[in-house]
């Protein structure tokens, strides 16, 4: 097998960055859905499907995965085989491990037609609370507007609310609304969301994605890898907020069709 650099080694890692936190999990996905997506149908179709796979590992240097799949062994994510070229099999512990992390994409988003405004004032002395606080405005999917000012189409009260009474932070955070045809300084609401949620690059991201997945006859591995790459950095807004030329619905009926 070819060896590659320790930066090509690290493409793989580097685009599923964020998806994926380490090549191990990119083992796991291989493993849970190579069969799947894979397998060939006919006798004629087993080299394909010998290529698509070497498609797939040959961004990761051998030695890299050696030790990837190795790890999962360990952790019990992946049963330990005694023939090289029988597939491993992923564990319920292993199919778990994933379920964790892989971004869904979801098809009903139901909003109140408000959009919730975020400010706090937490004073330095009192960092690591206002660090819990930023990076769970992250995980609720908040668009930054300033430093001390978020925002989201979804409501935050309810968990914001325990997260302030865990952390003692009573007092410092306030949650306020506008309306859907309301505005901020002299941008409107839609020019608001494109640029708080960087919805322009993002959409880049699916164009491009899509391009190359209309240039194959199916998806692979590495394809699919790409897609949750973009769809982890999605904001999934609700659809009517979203401006006429997102393609990220376009990208995921593509993904839809593609592996039936």
């Not at 099999?89 to 892989?102: H, M, P, V, Y």
């Not at 391009?211 to 790409?226: C, N, P, R, S």
């Amino acid at each position: 097998m070819k060896k590659f650099s320790k930066e090509a080694s690290q493409e793989l890692i580097n685009l599923t960055d964020g998806v994926f936190s380490y090549v191990v999990d990119v083992c796991l996905w291989i493993t849970a859905y190579g069969l799947e997506l894979m397998v060939p149908r006919a006798t004629k179709d087993v080299w394909k499907a010998q290529m698509e796979a070497d498609k797939t590992l040959q961004h990761i240097n051998y030695d890299v995965l050696k030790e990837a799949l190795k790890r999962a062994r360990k952790h019990g994510w992946i049963k330990k085989t005694h023939h090289r070229y029988v597939m491993p099999e992923i564990t319920k512990e292993g199919k778990q491990r994933l379920a964790s992390f892989i971004p869904i994409y979801h098809e009903k988003r139901v909003w109140d037609d408000r959009m919730y405004l975020v400010t706090y004032d937490i004073p330095e002395t009192h960092r690591k609370q206002r660090n819990i606080l930023r990076e769970s405005l992250q995980r609720l999917g908040c668009g930054r507007l300033q430093d001390s000012v978020w925002m989201t189409p979804y409501n935050p009260t309810d968990v914001l609310t325990d997260i302030i009474q865990q952390n003692n932070l009573q007092g410092t955070v306030i949650i306020s609304t506008i309306g859907k045809d309301g505005s901020i300084s002299d941008e409107s609401l839609p020019e608001l969301i494109i640029r708080i949620y960087h919805l322009d690059e993002i959409n880049h991201q699916y164009k491009t994605w899509i391009q190359e997945a209309k240039t194959g006859k199916h998806i692979d591995h590495w394809m699919v890898l790409k897609y949750l790459a973009i769809l982890q950095e999605d904001p999934q807004l609700p659809f009517s907020l979203l401006p006429s030329w997102w393609q990220g619905d376009t990208s995921y009926q593509l993904v839809k069709s593609k592996l039936k």
